[in-house]
């Protein structure tokens, strides 16, 4: 069975502007987590979503937002990009995202702000 | 979310269990842990988790103490593939990810 898969693989962008990343979860799986890991340190908490609809949401300004869509895909959106983002994103799917619930992360999305 | 102490850093021999420790004196009784793993650059790679019990799977064993404030991941026969960041997590659904220990399997 396929992971769970992120695209793309790498992003070059400048300060102030949007970025899109996209991650499909595991089949069978209905909810995505979003994670941002700076270099040298653990990942970070930004989303949860099951259902398409919003779960929980980590300490990120509001510039971060993200959706799900109908075959439980989705989407991590950044506005007005700082330096600061520059960091691995990664996505991790479960089946319900409860707490008894494994996540399984992907490869992530290398994003450098430049 | 319950704060996971963990060593810095820790070196095994190929072949050897590797014993790694984990704090975590405020866990709340709802909270799993969780352990993974993540190779350089790579994304996380799930180990175990347990609530109470002890817990084995393939990859190692989850040994948590009778009150819960700490528990060690056994991995049996450490190879040199099993060198990574392992990080140990206190969740109820998010993983609020630590330092973590990074461990090195020397030959």
């Known amino acids: 069975d396929a992971g769970v898969t992120q695209s793309p693989t790498h992003l070059i962008k400048t300060r102030g502007q949007h970025v899109t990343l996209r991650c499909s979860p595991i089949?069978?799986?209905?909810?995505v987590s979003w994670y941002q890991q700076v270099l040298g340190q653990g990942p970070q908490f930004i989303f949860q979503?099951?259902?398409?609809?919003?779960?929980g949401r980590g300490n990120f300004p509001d510039r971060f937002s993200a959706r799900q869509f109908p075959n439980y895909s989705s989407e991590l959106n950044v506005n007005a990009l700082l330096l600061g983002d520059s960091a691995l994103y990664l996505c991790?799917?479960?089946?319900?995202?409860?707490?008894?619930?494994?996540?399984?992360f992907g490869p992530g999305t290398r994003l450098t702000v430049l | 979310d319950a704060k996971t102490t963990q060593p810095p850093s820790m070196d095994c021999a190929e072949g050897r269990a590797a014993n790694l420790p984990c704090n975590h004196s405020t866990i709340s009784g709802n909270e799993y842990v969780y352990w993974y793993r993540q190779i350089h650059s790579q994304g996380p790679q799930y180990i175990i988790h347990?609530?109470?019990n002890n817990e084995t799977n393939e990859m190692a064993s989850l040994i948590i103490t009778e009150d819960r404030k700490s528990s060690t991941l056994i991995l049996p026969h450490a190879t040199l593939r099993d060198t990574a960041v392992y990080y140990c997590i206190v969740a109820f659904y998010k993983l609020s990810f630590g330092a973590g220990t990074t461990v090195t399997v020397r030959a």
């Open positions: 991790a799917s479960s089946h319900s995202g409860d707490s008894t619930d494994t996540q399984y």
């Open positions: 347990g609530l109470k």
């Open positions: 979503y099951y259902e398409k609809e919003e779960r």
């Open positions: 089949s069978g799986h209905k909810s």
